[in-house]
T-cell receptor, first 118, second 114 residues
Framework: AQTVTQSQPEMSVQEAETVTLSCTYD???????LFWYKQPPSRQMILVIR??????QNATENRFSVNFQKAAKSFSLKISDSQLGDAAMYFC???????????????FGEGTQLTVNP | DAGVTQSPTHLIKTRGQQVTLRCSPK?????VSWYQQALGQGPQFIFQ???????QRGNFPDRFSGHQFPNYSSELNVNALLLGDSALYLC?????????????FGPGTRLTVL
C-alpha cells in the first residue's frame, strides 16, 4: 500500500516571500501521479499542481512549482511571491497510474496548514 | 457549468441512526469517489463508483455503502452511526477516459454524530 507523509503540520510565510512545503511518499510502483491540493476554510479541495512520475521535468503552474525527486520519493511544493489568498491547508496526494487495479483513488498526506502574514 | 455539488451541507445525527449523503458530479463526469476527512486530517478513500458499480473500496466497514444512479449521481449511506463517524464527507467526480483522470471535489457534507 502507498503512504504519503507531510512532516510539517504548520508553516508560516510573510506576504511576497517564498515558502516550501515538504512531502514524502512510499510506493513500489514505478508509474504514478503526485498532486498538491489546497483546501481553504470553505472546504473545497482545489488542485494546485500535478506531476507525472515518468516526467523528469518539475511541474510549474504560475507561482507554484514542485521539486520532484523520484529516487528519494520526495515531492515538495514551492510557493513564490506568497499572497494572502494562499493561506489554506495543503495536501500532498498520490495516485497510481494503474487505473484497472487501483482506480483513480487518491492517497492523501496529513496536510500542512499554511499561514500568510501581511 | 456546475461543478460537483453535495447535499446537505451540514447534518447532525445521534448514535445508531442511519444517514444518506448525496452527490451530483461535474457535468460530463462518469466516476464518483467518496472520502472521509476527520478534523485535522487528510481525506481517506471510502469507495469509488463507475457504471453504477462499486469499483474500488478503501478500509471502511460494511456500514458504509453507496449507490450510483444512471445519471451518475451518487449516494453514501452510513448505518449504525458511531461517534467516530463525525467528519467531513467529500465527493469527487472524474471522467474515466480523461488522460489525467483529474478528480474535482465538492464542498463536502459536515456530519456530526452526537
Amino acid at each position: 500500500a502507498q503512504t504519503v507523509t507531510q512532516s510539517q503540520p504548520e508553516m508560516s510565510v510573510q506576504e511576497a516571500e517564498t515558502v516550501t512545503l515538504s512531502c514524502t511518499y512510499d510506493t513500489s510502483e514505478s508509474d504514478y501521479y503526485l498532486f498538491w491540493y489546497k483546501q481553504p476554510p470553505s472546504r473545497q479541495m482545489i488542485l494546485v499542481i500535478r506531476q507525472e512520475a515518468y516526467k523528469q521535468q518539475n511541474a510549474t503552474e504560475n507561482r507554484f512549482s514542485v521539486n520532484f525527486q523520484k529516487a528519494a520519493k520526495s515531492f515538495s511544493l514551492k510557493i513564490s511571491d506568497s499572497q494572502l489568498g494562499d493561506a489554506a491547508m495543503y495536501f500532498c496526494a498520490y495516485r497510481s497510474a494503474l487505473l484497472k487495479t487501483s482506480g483513480s483513488r487518491l492517497t492523501f498526506g496529513e496536510g500542512t496548514q499554511l499561514t500568510v502574514n501581511p | 457549468d456546475a461543478g460537483v455539488t453535495q447535499s446537505p451541507t451540514h447534518l447532525i445525527k445521534t448514535r445508531g441512526q442511519q444517514v444518506t449523503l448525496r452527490c451530483s458530479p461535474k457535468s460530463g463526469h462518469d466516476t464518483v469517489s467518496w472520502y472521509q476527512q476527520a478534523l485535522g486530517q487528510g481525506p481517506q478513500f471510502i469507495f469509488q463508483y463507475y457504471e453504477e458499480e462499486e469499483r474500488q473500496r478503501g478500509n471502511f466497514p460494511d456500514r458504509f455503502s453507496g449507490h450510483q444512479f444512471p445519471n451518475y449521481s451518487s449516494e453514501l449511506n452510513v448505518n449504525a452511526l458511531l461517534l467516530g463517524d463525525s467528519a467531513l464527507y467529500l465527493c469527487a467526480s472524474s471522467l474515466l477516459e480523461d488522460y489525467y483522470n483529474e478528480q474535482f471535489f465538492g464542498p463536502g457534507t459536515r456530519l456530526t454524530v452526537l
